[in-house]
């Protein structure tokens, strides 16, 4: 019985050893787990506060690191080809020590437009609106989102992004018309690109002098790709937009044939003006309004005591030699007071204030000509181009200016006397030194008279020339000035130009009769588009097309009427196609109506 008990007393003490084992286990096991849910709270925290100092937007870290491992990245493009598309993505990942960007793959993910092999072909989109250059291709490389476990953990981007390259920071041509400028209207094109939207530059630049520029775009500081490397290993925007819009440029630089205007242009100097307008309100500077009037007596020419020319000063390079004579020459000429600008002594804002109200600007060729687009309407743009170098062939500053809305008055004038010029051999090859060639080279630019056309960017013969210091020939540039003055429209200022097109011609018809076997009529008739109506127009007119069935050609005719019989060329029992469309003040087209088949 004894025996038993004390049997009985070891069972029940293992027992209960047994439980006090297994309590501390689950004390241990439970604060082990607590242990590592409190380091993985704390790690959140630490990213949190890591995304949080690249914004101050606020943001969930668990929700977003918990998103992209389930949903991955997603992305929609916009574009047919490399050269057009911008792409908005969800959670696109950018690596810092491998310097790639990410696509993380999940059952959730999206890639439109899928292209396979051919996003390779070469490139899914161009980084920055100079088309189609090498340097500024843009794609990603993909992981599985499960990849995510063996990485480092990411920082997020809260804010919402637009990821492009800067093509040349350091010119001031360069970072309107390739950068500010489409990034404007890349950010008007989606809704949610807008003041507190941050950008973010790829190429590897560092700020450049001009990045207060930029940072006029967006009220958050613009983030450099060498910047990215201090905040993580890999950084995830949560929503961002990659690529530039390229409807605004204007000028192609010469990578594939001799430089000049751009093909298929689709801007027009009114969205420059209202980019202008735009940059001048984030600079503070109101521009004096334009008040129309009418300046066709002597006295009102009298009065025009606030109208002033600028002259943009150079002193590094590119002198006008006899800058003062110019100038004293340019006040006899115009009986204005003359003001001088320079880039080297003045702040930006402080230049534009001044040529925002100048009747005329004067500058040698150089990229600090692109701040013409700051002048008011009316006003002339003189460019000086040095010895042997063409101003047909370097011509992205009359492009600006005579492009429609922009209504400025462009004149160049060009050196043609070779004494007249200073040139510099001995300098370092990019500021048109030529030392480094072969003799024989350096005695052939010498000799030459003109410089031929070539490509970007490196000619020797076209930095040497652009580079030279140049004496202005007074009496010439005065002659030339006065023979462009002559082509110049009347009055001060024009009216912005009009942009409204007709519509569509309403209910058009045909009628036909058989006169004889070989005699036929065709009546056409219409009634005036709907917006005519609502609209003061100078001049309507309506263009008809006629091409018999199944023929190449067709015959068009020019209309001040809404219906018109034609006999000539008609044949009977034929049928035609008819087009018609509305014309406003001579070169405002409406859209075709719907073509009308009409058998005699």
């Excluded at 250059?133 to 809260?158: D, G, S």
């Excluded at 690529?243 to 689709?266: D, E, I």
């Amino acid at each position: 019985m004894r025996a038993s008990l004390a049997g009985c007393r070891m069972s029940v003490g293992a027992l209960l050893n047994g439980l006090l084992v297994s309590v501390v286990a689950a004390l241990l096991w439970k604060y082990s787990k607590l242990s590592e849910h409190a380091a993985l709270l704390e790690e959140e925290l630490h990213m949190t506060r890591q995304s949080q100092e690249l914004s101050q937007a606020p943001i969930d870290y668990h929700v977003a690191l918990q998103a992209l491992q389930e949903q991955g990245t997603r992305m929609v493009c916009t574009g047919k080809m490399h050269t057009d598309r911008v792409c908005r993505f969800d959670y696109l990942c950018y690596c810092s020590e491998a310097e790639e960007f990410v696509f993380f793959h999940s059952n959730s993910s999206v890639m439109l437009p899928n292209l396979g092999s051919r996003r390779f072909q070469p490139a899914l989109l161009d980084l920055s609106s100079v088309e189609d250059h090498n340097t500024q291709y843009f794609n990603f490389l993909e992981l599985p989102a499960a990849a995510l476990k063996f990485m480092p953990k990411p920082v997020f981007v809260p804010d919402v992004t637009l990821i492009l390259n800067r093509f040349n920071p350091d010119n001031l041509m360069h970072v309107f018309h390739d950068d500010l400028i489409p990034a404007f209207y890349t950010m008007k094109q989606y809704s949610d690109l807008d003041d507190e939207a941050r950008l973010v530059f790829m190429e590897g630049w560092s700020e450049g002098p001009h990045f207060d520029l930029y940072r006029l775009l967006s009220s958050k500081q613009p983030l450099l790709k060498e910047q990215l490397r201090n905040f993580g290993k890999l950084i995830c925007f949560t929503k961002s937009y990659v690529g530039l819009s390229k409807m605004t440029t204007w000028y192609q630089y010469g990578f594939v044939q001799p430089q000049g205007p751009k093909a298929n242009m689709l801007v027009s100097g009114n969205e420059i003006r209202q980019f202008a307008t735009a940059l001048m309100e984030k600079m503070n500077i109101t521009r004096v309004e334009e008040v129309e009037k009418d300046r066709g007596s002597a006295e009102d020419e009298k009065e025009r005591k606030d109208d002033y020319v600028v002259v943009f000063s150079r002193s590094a390079t590119r002198l006008i030699l006899n800058e003062a004579e110019l100038i004293l020459a340019l006040a006899q000429e115009f009986q204005m007071r003359v003001v001088t600008v320079s880039l080297e002594d003045q702040s930006f804002p402080g230049i534009v204030q001044v040529i925002s109200g100048a009747s005329v600007l004067v500058s040698m060729h150089g990229a600090q000509l692109i701040a013409s687009l700051f002048l008011p309407r009316g006003a002339t743009v003189v460019e000086l181009f040095p010895f042997a170098v063409n101003p047909e062939q370097y011509t992205p500053y009359k492009t600006l200016a005579t492009l429609p809305g922009m209504d400025l008055h462009y004149i160049s004038w060009r050196n043609t006397k070779e004494e007249n010029t200073i040139t510099h051999p001995d300098r370092p090859w990019e500021q048109g030194g030529i030392a480094h060639l072969e003799k024989e080279e350096q005695e052939r630019i010498l000799a030459s008279r003109d410089v031929p056309r070539h490509l970007c960017c490196r000619n020797p013969e076209w930095l040497f020339r652009i580079y030279q210091d140049t004496l202005v020939d007074i009496p010439y540039f005065l002659e030339i000035l006065r023979e462009g003055m002559k082509t110049k429209p009347s009055g001060k200022k024009s009216k912005p130009a009009s942009t409204v097109h007709p519509g569509r011609v309403r209910e058009p018809q045909c009628q036909t009769s058989v006169q004889t076997t070989n005699e036929a009529k065709l009546t056409v008739s219409w009634q005036i588009p709907w917006n005519l109506k609502y609209l003061k127009v100078r001049e309507v007119k309506y263009e008809v097309w006629i091409q018999e069935q199944g023929e190449n050609t067709y015959m068009p005719y020019i209309l001040p009427q809404q219906n018109y019989t034609f006999s000539e060329n008609i044949k009977p029992f034929t049928t035609y196609l008819v087009w018609v469309r509305c014309i406003f003040n001579k070169s405002l087209l409406g859209p075709f109506a719907d073509v009308l088949m009409c058998r005699t």
